[in-house]
């Protein structure tokens, strides 16, 4: 690949030991590691996630457990992402013009973590690797099955794109650079290739699925009077959720891409703007988070939340072992949610313009998602469990 001098001087030190390739890759499979985590605590607390996302275990030749099964698959990939970034690091000594000319080596690992999950191994959880591509198709459209057919998972994995849409959109553009005649894909990375508000609608993608979701669910509620489901305002509401996402992504976009005098706006009037969306945003989701996803009482009426029967704030049946666990939970969700706020402060206001800032926000924002799916399984357990257990079972 031809070297561009003149974009060494922007690769910062940062981009020189991980560049975008490798920094998708590194949070894709870190992602494999926390699934399995998640598979591992939640059986020993004697929560069966399979039973909860319809995964029919008697279609498996193995009895190994699924979380077992998971940390194999992790460590397969884990295991070339090591050696790969360790080639480079030998390969590239930190000198830009060979950071920018070997960008084979990311791109060839980001080949090779896509045919993991294709190849046909059953040492490799094939049939979960299956089930995943499956679910990952009919989510990718919107689309979410009945209830009986795995709902519970959709939703988990929609939710859990979310998450990863700015990750997504880093793909894009690395998959962009790598396609752009003369351009290394371990250069500075390009946000604006492929025009300015491609990366944007990518990062709008995952809210486009949950927000379709709610819908089909509204839907469904209205086309079934009869069933005890109320007349379906949670999942307006919900959707209300995913669409208050939009605003935020667009005037992002606009503060980066846009003269504000262009619009009739002033910058600072924009900033604004985009401060009260993104508050929003932040605490609607939160509100959600604790109320909706975990079933607790922290924003109920008073007497719920002061009730005597379970600590305060909290719920009657709890699987994790203390109070501590959902009051820790609570404060960490909201402070990940909140991050946005580095751009208040004056000493912090460019943190997420940095490419190891962005980095950062994206593994934190994977982090939360993780946390979040304990207290949420945890929920939909004590919610269906006991026939889900028998379900199970027979």
């Known amino acids: 690949m031809e070297e561009d001098p003149a974009v060494e001087p922007e690769l910062d030190t940062f981009s020189l030991i991980l560049p975008l390739p490798y920094r998708i890759a590194v949070i894709f499979v870190l992602g494999v590691w926390a699934w399995g985590v998640n598979l591992h605590y939640l059986a020993i607390e004697k929560i069966d996630v399979p039973a909860l996302i319809k995964y029919d275990t008697r279609t498996s030749s193995s009895i190994t457990p699924h979380h077992e099964r998971t940390y194999r698959l992790a460590a397969t990939v884990t295991s070339p992402l090591v050696i790969s970034i360790l080639l480079f690091w030998l390969i590239t000594h930190g000198q830009p013009s060979l950071v920018t000319a070997w960008d084979i080596l990311p791109q060839s690992f980001l080949f090779l973590l896509c045919l993991f999950f294709l190849i046909p191994l059953q040492r490799l959880s094939r049939s979960g690797r299956y089930r995943f591509l499956s679910t990952l198709k009919r989510v990718s459209i919107g689309g979410i099955a009945e209830p009986q057919n795995g709902k519970f998972g959709d939703i988990l994995l929609a939710d859990v794109l979310t998450s990863y849409a700015k990750v997504l959109g880093d793909l894009f553009v690395s998959g962009c650079m790598l396609l752009s005649p003369g351009v290394s894909s371990t250069d500075k990375p390009d946000r604006s290739c492929g025009g300015a508000y491609m990366v944007p609608i990518i ?26 489901t109320g007349w379906g305002g949670q999942h307006l509401a919900n959707a209300l959720k995913y669409s208050s996402a939009f605003p935020v992504i667009v005037l992002s976009a606009m503060q980066r891409g846009t003269n504000p005098s262009d619009i009739g706006m002033t910058e600072t009037g924009l900033f604004r703007l985009w401060l009260f969306f993104v508050f929003l945003n932040s605490f609607y989701s939160f509100y959600w988070d604790v109320a909706k996803d975990w079933d607790l009482t922290l924003f109920a009426p008073s007497a719920v939340r002061n009730n005597p029967e379970h600590p305060w704030g909290l719920r009657r049946h709890t699987h994790f072992h203390t109070k501590e666990m959902y009051y820790g939970a609570i404060v960490i969700d909201l402070m990940l949610r909140c991050t946005w706020s580095f751009k208040l402060s004056p000493h912090l206001d460019h943190f997420n313009d940095l490419e190891g800032g962005i980095f950062v926000m994206e593994f934190l924002e994977v982090l939360r998602r993780w946390m979040w799916i304990f207290f949420r399984v945890e929920t939909e357990w004590g919610t269906n469990g006991s026939w889900l257990f028998h379900w199970s079972q027979n």
Do not use: D, H
């Open 203 to 228: 990062i709008s993608i995952p809210s486009l699925i949950r927000l379709r979701q709610c819908l089909i669910e509204y839907t469904r509620v209205r086309n079934n009077p009869g069933a005890n």
